[in-house]
């Protein structure tokens, strides 16, 4: 599909989005950056301090596994506002821009009667459009004292870029038009890379060693050179990026061995941190809905741009298509409807965000999208032709990683490089879930290689996407 059909889906899509009156709730849709989910104590994190995020589990869903297409936070943010997979949406990588015009749900809700708006980071080029109002991150932004471009009008808003939002997003809502639901997107920096700390935060952790997963070390035995030759490990060369223009150098007296186990400690607990900032924002916004007697009339989500490595595989960022990597938190609150506890197991994608809340909105969707709504799974149905595969790819070449493409079933998961020594591997989820043995010359695994193979081929083709 060509960039002049991406998304210019304009007039002719627009004029038949029909602008009856909206019959959904107000949304509340949090939305942060690296935030992974082995962090958060709704997935069983016990290292993370995520009440609030907790709170929002306990009173709703829970996804258990949500994937993103493209583990990188451009195009998956472009995949979440589109429903569609990079190579149609047209952001493959974090260098390409949102295209003008582009059809995204806050546009199709704004046209069907909701007020909308984004306060946080945008990170997608051009200036937001399709929102009543935006106050966005240049870029990445700042942790410190960040500029915000506020309906096009830069300035500089001191504080702390957790609580610039949070604060910014209740002001918003209490001044908003309330003849109209809102759609009001809740999109946070933390806890991306430098993770600096807000002086909130800064106290919790202190003095504690905080547990190693259990492959930190990993020696990537049985796997691809392409795996092997990247660089974002944990240890010095993180601290060189990351840390050391802030913190100085590694003190000499840490040995050699130990520098790995030395530099995780610094990086999970800042880490750690930044989320937790995150998940205070989120418990602000909760408590002025329940003043303004908002909740029962608000479905609220959270979720993050992708997954994210602690130390896991001795990995940090994200890109590969190993679990922590690709799986991103979903968690959805919907009173009346969504029964508070529940967990859905079967397979979402960041790409069944748009539709997702383009149908809870009443709206109409464009034809042609990728995703598919996840409202059934939350009305307690369990539709028999639910997705059971996913097409996983990767097109940055960055760091030593990409591009890569792969195909994840309920059991099983293929990768295939295309950058180093170009190989496979192959993983049993169900006997291996953290991935440490590579299946793909294993004999006994060869007739399920075939199927993985043949899975990928056709989820490709249906989706029209360029093979490596």
Same mark, same amino acid.
């Given at each position: ?20 009156a ?25 290292? #993370? ?9 306990? +009173? ?35 260098? =390409? ?11 199709i809700?704004? =046209? ?5 708006a ?6 997608? $080029? ?19 004292d ?18 610039v ?9 209490? /001044? ?10 809740? $999109? ?25 997963? +259990? ?14 030759s ?7 060369? $993180? ?8 913190? #100085?150098?590694?003190p /000499? ?10 530099? &995780?400690?610094?990086y999970?607990?800042d ?16 408590? &002025? ?32 298509m ?23 197991? +079967?397979? /979402? ?5 748009a ?13 042609g ?7 059934p ?13 996913f097409?996983?790819?990767? &097109? ?30 192959? &993983? ?23 199927e993985?193979?043949?899975?990928l ?7 029209g /996407?360029?093979?490596l």
């Open positions: 599909m060509t960039r002049s059909i991406i998304l210019c889906l304009t007039s002719s899509l627009l004029s038949s989005i029909h602008a009856a909206p019959s959904g709730p107000n949304i509340v849709f949090f939305f942060s950056d690296d935030h992974a989910a082995q962090s958060i104590g709704a997935y069983g994190s016990k290292i #993370g301090r995520t009440p609030n995020i907790d709170r929002l589990a306990r +009173e709703g869903a829970l996804f258990e596994n949500c994937f993103c297409v493209n583990s990188i936070c451009v195009p998956s943010r472009a995949c979440v506002l589109t429903g569609l997979y990079s190579h149609t949406n047209g952001v493959r990588t974090n260098a =390409d821009a949102l295209p003008k015009g582009a059809v995204t749900f806050p546009r809700l704004r =046209d069907a009667g909701y007020t909308t984004i306060i946080g980071k945008w990170h997608l $080029q051009t200036e937001p459009e399709g929102f009543d109002h935006w106050s966005v991150l240049p870029g990445q932004g700042a942790y410190f960040p500029a915000m471009i506020e309906d096009g009008v830069r300035r500089k808003c001191p504080g702390y870029v957790s609580e939002i949070t604060e910014k997003a209740v002001a918003w809502l209490k /001044a908003r038009d309330r003849s109209k639901p809102f759609c009001l997107l809740v $999109q946070h920096k933390a806890p991306h890379a430098n993770w600096e700390v807000g002086p909130r935060e800064r106290p919790m952790f202190e003095g504690e060693m905080i547990p190693e997963p +259990e492959n930190l070390r990993d020696d990537f035995a049985g796997r691809t050179e392409a795996v092997r990247h660089r974002l490990f944990v240890g010095r060369p $993180q601290w060189e990026l990351h840390f050391k223009k802030r913190f #100085g150098d590694i /000499a007296d840490v040995p050699e061995p130990d520098v790995r186990g030395w530099v &995780y400690q610094k999970i607990r880490y750690l941190r930044c989320a937790a900032s995150v998940d205070a924002g989120v418990g602000q916004i909760l408590d &002025y809905l329940e003043s303004d007697r908002l909740t029962d009339k608000t479905l609220v989500i959270y979720s993050s741009d992708q997954g994210f490595f602690l130390g896991e595989h001795g990995l940090y960022d994200k890109r590969l190993y679990e922590e990597s690709i799986r991103m938190p979903l968690v959805v609150r919907w009173p009346g409807v969504t029964r508070a506890g529940t967990r859905i197991g +079967e397979m /979402a994608l960041n790409v069944d965000f539709p997702t809340l383009i149908d809870v909105g009443g709206a109409n969707a464009p034809g999208l990728h995703g598919r709504s996840l409202a799974l939350l009305r307690g149905e369990r539709p028999g032709d639910w997705r059971t595969a097409y996983y790819r990767f &097109y940055e070449e960055a760091y030593g990683i990409g591009p890569i493409e792969g195909v994840r079933t309920m059991t099983h998961k293929l990768i295939r490089y295309g950058f180093a020594d170009r190989g496979a591997e192959m &993983y049993d989820l169900r006997t291996d879930p953290k991935e440490m043995r590579n299946l793909i010359s294993d004999p006994s695994a060869a007739a399920v290689s075939v993985m193979s043949k899975e081929a056709r989820l490709r083709d249906q989706l /996407a360029p093979g």
